[in-house]
């Protein structure tokens, strides 16, 4: 059974270029949400994605996007990258909007903006 | 706004130690949950525990044993007899619980956890 598969695993980009990070929900989960989780710190939320809307949002600007595809998949965009944007970016599943009991996280993509 | 603090920046250990892992957390919410999580050099979030705020009851697996006390605010996780496995960054986590409008996860800072041979 795949758990939830993040890519790439890796990423250099340049300051002031966009970004597309991508998520694929475990096996029979259809909430995706994502994580931004600086060096030395914990996990900031992002936002949530159930049946193809964004459900809830953190504090970050709106240069940070995202989509949730009919498979449930998910990606997020990052324009205009600071270099306060390296990060490791967590994708995390779960079964239903309100479902507090059954994240899986990905191995995230570590984000290197130079 | 929701909260959790863990003091604990780092901890270091000799295998087979006993250790605790503090955990502070505030929120105005009644029904609340509560998680731990550890994060190996991997960066994968490997969950661990949930309880929900109506649950006090304490709880052991194996060489792990959390202690919540909602008088306090406070979940402690407590690993007996330690292992170099480990070895991880811990994260304690509170999530609300919303009717509809989705949910997330508030992380603490997290405690790096050495266990020594």
């Known amino acids: 059974d795949a758990g939830v598969t993040q890519s790439p695993t890796h990423l250099i980009k340049t300051r002031g270029q966009q970004v597309t990070l991508r998520c694929s929900p475990k096996?029979?989960?259809?909430?995706v949400s994502w994580y931004q989780q600086a060096l030395g710190q914990g996990p900031q939320f992002i936002f949530q994605?159930?049946?193809?809307?964004?459900?809830q949002r953190g504090n970050f600007p709106d240069r940070f996007s995202g989509h949730q595809f009919p498979n449930y998949s998910s990606e997020l965009n990052v324009n205009a990258l600071l270099l306060g944007d390296s990060a490791l970016y967590l994708c995390?599943?779960?079964?239903?909007?309100?479902?507090?009991?059954?994240?899986?996280f990905g191995s995230g993509t570590r984000l290197t903006v130079v | 706004a929701q909260k959790v603090t863990q003091a604990q920046t780092e901890i270091s250990v000799v295998e087979k130690e006993d250790v605790t892992l503090d955990c502070v957390y505030e929120t105005r919410d009644t029904t609340y949950y509560l998680f731990w999580y550890k994060q190996p050099p991997s960066g994968e979030l490997v969950f661990l525990i949930r309880r929900n705020s109506f649950d006090e009851q304490n709880e052991i697996s194996g060489r792990y044993s959390w202690n919540f006390q909602k008088s306090t605010s406070s979940f402690n996780f407590t690993i007996t007899a330690s292992q170099v496995v480990d070895s991880a960054v811990y994260f304690c986590?509170?999530?609300?619980?919303?009717?509809?409008?989705?949910?997330?996860?508030?992380f603490g800072e997290g405690t790096q956890l050495t266990v020594n041979p």
């Open positions: 995390a599943s779960s079964l239903g909007v309100r479902e507090v009991r059954g994240y899986t």
């Open positions: 096996s029979g989960h259809d909430t």
């Open positions: 986590a509170l999530s609300e619980a919303r009717e509809t409008s989705g949910s997330r996860l508030t």
């Open positions: 994605y159930y049946e193809e809307e964004e459900r």
